[in-house]
């Protein structure tokens, strides 16, 4: 849970980096010992929160699949607070997607202007750079107070 004081953000922002090098692990959410983008997301969200809202269903791992069912930002739309792009800051989380066809299938947490926490296939979760190529597939959120 979240320490009287601090930003909700960064607290959340706080407990991502706990994860950094936790090894990539498809439908995963133990920190240091395997993750996926989701996991990561929801390992903070039990952090800030306690107990998961509801069960995580199997999922693909392959973002660039084209569905009828956005599931992933049905979710963030319901459990998180949806922000515009330009308010985005440290702590608050990124959903992207392959393009506008396509489902979001994967997201990140900001850590720090164009620098975001996330993980994917054959890297550990890791901080990288919000390159141009990410910034146009982004849907932004916040943990909500």
């Known amino acids: 849970m979240t320490q009287q004081g601090g930003s909700l953000q960064q607290a959340a922002l706080v407990e991502a ?74 702590g608050d989380v990124l959903l992207f997607r392959f393009s506008p066809k396509h489902v979001a299938k994967h997201c990140a947490i900001m850590s720090a202007p164009l620098r975001i926490i996330h993980a994917y296939w054959g890297q550990s979760v890791s901080e990288t750079s919000l390159t141009p190529w990410w910034q146009r597939r982004i849907t932004a959120f916040r943990f909500p107070d």
């Open 17 to 90: 980096r706990k994860w950094i090098g936790t090894p990539y692990q498809h439908q995963a959410s133990l920190c240091q010992v395997g993750s996926d983008c989701l996991g990561l997301v929801r390992g903070v969200w039990r952090h800030l929160y306690g107990p998961e809202p509801f069960e995580i269903p199997a999922y693909g791992m392959h973002w660039a699949e084209m569905d009828d069912a956005d599931t992933l930002l049905q979710a963030a739309q319901h459990y998180l607070a949806e922000i515009p792009i330009k308010s985005v800051g440290p």
